[in-house]
């Protein structure tokens, strides 16, 4: 079945510096790749999206990539700070099912001061 | 606020217990979900619902079951809890079926714990 993994499953970068977490994908005819942040306590928020016909989106410090022949997309935050610290979950859409999103297994960024 | 709710936030019953969970959003979107989180940050669908019809039914226990009374509430009740139920249950919501790029709004989220 369909498949997400994401890489690493920790990050700590020092303030300022540039964050970057990877996915892959299995499931070729998935055209829909979400980005949620988790903060503390609370539920998963969108915080970037990016389809299948555009290669790069980005939403000030926030970027994310899409490589639809390697099935790979990534998350870029630069000039990370403190509130950046959480825990970021990439995802993917199955074409075939019409709701079904399928998340990666997290990745808990550290900012450290 | 507009937002997607949940009632408990946290839970704590004992084995064999059956209890609910209950989930409103005034967002007025067409589809809910259900989530399970585990220990590691595992998020995992369970069910989803679109306008009272169950559109996603993923490899659960019948033990759960999902109830929705109307669009905007989706309920999950649990018969006969185990120790591996504990977990934290996120209720979402989103417009459409999601054949569009919809976001999916969560809950706050409902720590379970079996004893």
């Known amino acids: 079945g369909e498949n997400v993994e994401q890489h690493p499953s920790t990050l700590s970068v020092q303030e300022g510096d540039s964050a970057v977490i990877k996915c892959t994908y299995s499931d070729s005819a998935s055209n829909y790749f979400p980005w949620y942040k988790q903060e503390l306590g609370k539920g998963p928020q969108l915080i970037i999206d990016i389809r299948s016909n555009v290669g790069e989106k980005k939403d000030q410090r926030i970027a994310v990539t899409l490589n639809k022949t390697a099935k790979h997309f990534s998350l870029h935050i630069t000039e990370t700070q403190p509130e950046d610290s959480a825990v970021y979950f990439c995802a993917a859409r199955m074409y075939s099912s019409a709701s079904k999103i399928i998340f990666g297994s997290g990745t808990r960024l550290s900012i450290r001061p | 606020d507009t937002a997607v709710s949940q009632t408990p936030k946290y839970l704590v019953t004992q084995m064999g217990n059956d209890k609910s969970i209950k989930c409103e959003q005034n967002?007025?979107?067409?589809?809910m979900y259900w989530y399970k989180q585990d220990s590691k940050k595992f998020l995992k669908i369970m069910f989803s619902y679109n306008n009272k019809e169950l559109i996603i039914n993923e490899t659960v226990p019948n033990r759960f079951s999902p109830k929705s009374p109307d669009k905007a509430h989706l309920n999950l009740h649990i018969n006969s809890l185990e120790l591996g139920d504990s977990a934290v249950y996120f209720c979402?919501?989103?417009?459409?079926?999601?054949?569009?790029?919809?976001?999916?709004?969560f809950g706050p989220g409902t720590r379970l714990t079996v004893l």
């Open positions: 979402a919501s989103s417009q459409g079926r999601g054949n569009r790029n919809n976001e999916q709004f």
């Open positions: 967002l007025g979107h067409d589809t």
